[in-house]
């Protein structure tokens, strides 16, 4: 902040290019330039530290109504006395509180002004109480031999108040000055709009696997997508994680009280509905329960609760659903899907599909990609596996004349019957494939699997040994299907084997097995 005498000035104050405007040059450049800054349609205007007034007298004369204000009487009689017969009112007063009550303007301008007041922060705010919504605040500001404010620094100061800035370079127009000039001379306007940060809203959907099924609900009465299907879902509430807020969902829309260990998280998935915001999907994976049986809760808002095969959906389902469970069926991590303001909520089986899907970071190198797996007889083989995936949770992948696939994660198996396959039974105890081994949450999981197994093809091996036929400490289920395939589900972590001068029950169990006419 620098003291100056203004009313001492006043009399020489014009004598300056910039300040009286009297040359014509000079003028014209700075009537262009404010032509620029200013609203094309009538407007109020307020100018602050209006010295004598010649830049008010530009702007009167381009039609607005101006205010002005000054601190200095000597400066403001000149001012009233060149701006008479303009209808402008001069009023003497402190620029960072002037005397206008509750008048608001379109446009607050000020030339070399803020860089004198004691606090240029607390100024700008009131100034922008002072503007109508959408107002503007035109400042000319500089740097004068090391003294002034930088275009940075009122930058900065604008930022708290407003996102829309607009800088112009006024040192390399020497119109404006009368003379060529080296140091910074700028002009900002900032328009009468606060910060605006984006948001999104968040969601959260659940993916309900009853094996290869999943849960639909039908929506009704809420004003979107209603008569389509979508899956359990609804939005993060403020407090809420999203784990909090699916558990939460799950309650209320089904009726079904999962735990925070019961959810995996499926896929996130950015999403714009046709004409609408963007928002954030979290879409959680958990298995069906029979004890815990869904049911309608909300039936003022949805007409029916219903399961669809993953690889068999309905086509009267939302869109945004549709394409975060046919990511999830191919395994996908993370999916961007973006409408056009022409595309229609609901899927459509021939349109364009919007999913885009982002690459997962981490180095996929040495992970296993798929198992594949030629069978004699691919029917058979598709009700057996397709049955036993998808009840670990694979979801059906790939589909073609000769083989299927399920896909869990990023890896998937393959059964083909292929027509290069040699005639012959599999026979596990000759070189290549003995068995596949999967995890299984839990002992009770394992029981319901392996009681459920014969409907489906698969017999138990070595019941008499179950669940210990892997060692005593080893809980473990081994089937096997038609064509001689073996599977080992596994519940709970296989332990370490013991050293070698001790008891080998893994191994022991081997030797036996070897013995069995299996």
């Not at 000597?74 to 009233?80: I, L, T």
Request: contains cysteine; hydrophobic residues 40%; glycine residues 12%.
């Amino acid at each position: 902040m620098t003291t100056i005498d203004w009313d001492s000035a006043a009399d020489s104050f014009d004598e300056e290019p910039d300040h009286g405007l009297l040359d014509p040059v000079v003028r014209h450049a700075w009537a262009q330039r404010l032509e620029s800054w200013l609203p094309g349609e009538r407007s109020e205007v307020l100018d602050l530290g209006c010295g004598t007034g010649s830049l008010a007298l530009l702007v009167a004369g381009q039609g607005h109504r101006v205010t002005a204000v000054d601190r200095s009487p000597r400066m403001v009689e000149q001012a009233r006395a060149k701006l008479a017969g303009t209808g402008t009112a001069v009023f003497t007063g402190d620029a960072a509180r002037p005397p206008v009550g509750n008048q608001r303007f379109d446009v607050i301008m000020a030339r070399h002004v803020v860089w004198l007041l004691p606090d240029p922060a607390a100024a700008l705010r009131h100034w922008f109480t002072l503007l109508r919504p959408g107002g503007r605040l035109i400042l000319v500001e500089g740097v004068w031999g090391g003294i002034g404010l930088s275009a940075e620094r009122l930058t900065g100061l604008l930022s708290e108040l407003t996102e829309r800035i607009h800088h112009e370079r006024l040192s390399d127009d020497p119109n404006l000055w009368g003379k060529r000039v080296e140091d910074e001379r700028y002009a900002l306007v900032a328009r009468a709009q606060p910060p605006h940060r984006h948001t999104e809203v968040v969601d959260v959907h659940l993916i309900l696997r009853r094996g290869p099924e999943v849960l639909l609900a039908r929506r009704a009465g809420t004003g979107y997508a209603d008569g389509l299907f979508n899956g359990p879902s609804g939005h993060v509430e403020d407090g809420e994680d999203v784990r909090e807020a699916m558990i939460r969902e799950a309650a209320e829309e089904i009726g079904v009280e999962l735990g925070p260990d019961e959810l995996r998280v499926a896929l996130v998935m950015q999403h714009r509905g046709p004409g609408g915001r963007p928002r954030t999907g979290w879409f959680f994976e958990a298995e069906y329960d029979p004890g815990r049986e869904p049911y309608n809760r909300e039936p003022e808002k949805c007409s029916e609760l219903a399961w669809f095969p993953l690889d068999a959906l309905p086509d009267d389902i939302v869109a945004y659903c549709r394409a975060g469970l046919d990511g999830y069926r191919a395994g996908e991590h993370f999916l961007i899907h973006w409408h056009e303001d022409g595309d229609t909520v609901a899927y459509q089986p021939h349109g364009v599909r919007r999913a885009v899907p982002l690459p997962a970071g981490g180095a996929g190198t040495g992970a296993v990609h798929h198992i594949e797996l030629w069978v004699p007889d691919l029917a058979v083989a598709e009700r057996g596996w397709g049955w036993l995936l998808g009840e670990l949770g694979h979801a059906p992948y790939q589909r073609w004349e000769h083989g299927r696939s399920w896909r869990r994660g990023d890896s998937y198996v393959v059964v083909e019957q292929s027509p290069d396959l040699t005639p012959g039974p599999h026979d596990r105890h000759r070189p290549g494939l003995n068995h596949l081994a999967f995890h299984v949450r839990d002992r009770a999981t394992l029981d319901g699997l392996v009681a459920r197994a014969p409907e489906h093809g698969w017999r138990p091996l070595f019941e008499d040994r179950y669940p210990h036929a892997g060692g005593d400490g080893h809980i473990a289920a081994y089937l096997e299907d038609a064509a001689g395939y073996e599977v080992e589900l596994v519940a709970g972590v296989r332990q370490a084997r013991p050293a070698p001068e001790e008891p080998a029950p893994y191994t022991d169990v081997w030797e036996w097995r070897r013995d069995r006419a299996y």
